[in-house]
Structure formats: structure tokens, C-alpha cells
T-cell receptor, first 111, second 113 residues
């Protein structure tokens, strides 16, 4: 079946550090891949997406590349800010409208 | 422009009771999906409504049912509550023709005692 595995948190970094949150997936065919972010007290928001192999999604300084050979979609940012503190979810959509989410990674950025 | 609104924000029930959660989609949206997010887990798809019909369903028992009204708002009903139903229930709306662009509400936190 379809599933998403992402690194467990919490992840704690200092401001301006480099961020990587690992995500791998299991799916048949060619799923669409997403990163969602959940800020404290707010609803989930789509951060970025990629719909085919080698596509790079990007938004707000975050990037992730759809790697079919390694079934991965790692989230990266070159210089994190305190305002990036949130829970990040990797997710996929494969042939229907169900979005399958990973368990989430909580990110704390220290000033 | 109001986003997706859910009510109530918090709810406490006891085992065996029934609960109804409500969702108003983002203005202009016609499709509503519901997700359950247990503590420390990612959201899990419950079902999706469009044109007042259930279009897709996840792996949830029949105790979970829903409804969509002509104004596109939606309700999630859960009967015979179990302790394991305690979770954050998220509503997401979209346009049927752009279902990948989901907008989520802040959720209803349900506690079953």
C-alpha cells in the first residue's frame, strides 16, 4: 500500500542553520508528493509540491526534489528563522483524492 | 475572505455518546474532506463530500458518517464514541476541479472520557 515515513522529531536548530527533514515513501505508480506545515494554532498549509520524478518544489526558501530512484522527498532550507518553528508533514496522493500523511516532524528554531 | 471554519473548537464527550462536528468551506469551494489526526500522528482521511454525496471513503467504520448541505457546508457525525476516537478532526475544502489544492481548517479537538 501507500505510506510515508519521515524523520522523527523534535528537531532543534539555531537560527540561520541548514535544515533537512528526511522523507521516504512507498507507492505504486507515480504519486504526487507534498510538504505541509502546521503552525501553532493554525490549520495545515501546503508548503510545496512535486508531481513527477526530478521535479523540485519550492516555497518560502524551502525546497524538495522528487527522487524516484530513492523514493525520497527530503525538505531543505538553507537558513532557518525562528518563524519556521512548526510541525512539518510529508504526504503523497496516488490516483485518488486521499492524501496520505507521515507522522510529522516538529521543528524548533532557537534565536 | 473567510477560510475554512470549524465548530466547535473543543468538545468533551463520554464513551457511547454521539457527536456532530461542523465545517464551513472556504468561500467558493464546493468539496469538503474530513481527516482525523490522533496525537503525534499525521492526519488520516475519513471521507470526501461533493454535490451532497460521499465520493470517497477511508478505512473508518460506519460509526463515522457525514453530510453535505446545499450551501456546501458539512457535518461529521460519530456514533457510539470510543476512547480511541479522541483526536483533532480536520476539515479541508477545495474546488472539485482542483482537488489537489486543499485548504484546512484549524480543527475540532474531541476528547472522549
Amino acid at each position: 500500500g501507500n505510506s510515508v515515513t519521515q524523520m522523527e522529531g523534535p528537531v532543534t536548530l539555531s537560527e540561520e542553520a541548514f535544515l533537512t527533514i528526511n522523507c521516504t515513501y512507498t507507492a505504486t505508480g507515480y504519486p504526487s508528493l507534498f510538504w505541509y506545515v502546521q503552525y501553532p494554532g493554525e490549520g495545515l498549509q501546503l508548503l510545496l509540491k512535486a508531481t513527477k520524478a526530478d521535479d523540485k518544489g519550492s516555497n518560502k526558501g524551502f525546497e524538495a526534489t522528487y527522487r524516484k530512484e530513492t523514493t525520497s522527498f527530503h525538505l531543505e532550507k538553507g537558513s532557518v528563522q525562528v518563524s519556521d518553528s512548526a510541525v512539518y508533514f510529508c504526504a503523497l496522493r496516488n490516483g485518488d483524492d486521499k492524501i496520505i500523511f507521515g507522522k510529522g516532524t516538529r521543528l524548533h528554531i532557537l534565536p | 475572505d473567510a477560510g475554512v471554519t470549524q465548530s466547535p473548537t473543543h468538545l468533551i464527550k463520554t464513551r457511547g455518546q454521539q457527536v456532530t462536528l461542523r465545517c464551513s468551506p472556504k468561500s467558493g469551494h464546493d468539496t469538503v474532506s474530513w481527516y482525523q489526526q490522533a496525537l503525534g500522528q499525521g492526519p488520516q482521511f475519513i471521507f470526501q463530500y461533493y454535490e451532497e454525496e460521499e465520493r470517497q471513503r477511508g478505512n473508518f467504520p460506519d460509526r463515522f458518517s457525514g453530510h453535505q448541505f446545499p450551501n456546501y457546508s458539512s457535518e461529521l457525525n460519530v456514533n457510539a464514541l470510543l476512547l480511541g476516537d479522541s483526536a483533532l478532526y480536520l476539515c479541508a475544502s477545495s474546488l472539485w476541479g482542483a482537488r489537489e489544492k486543499l485548504f484546512f481548517g484549524s480543527g475540532t479537538q474531541l476528547s472522549v472520557l
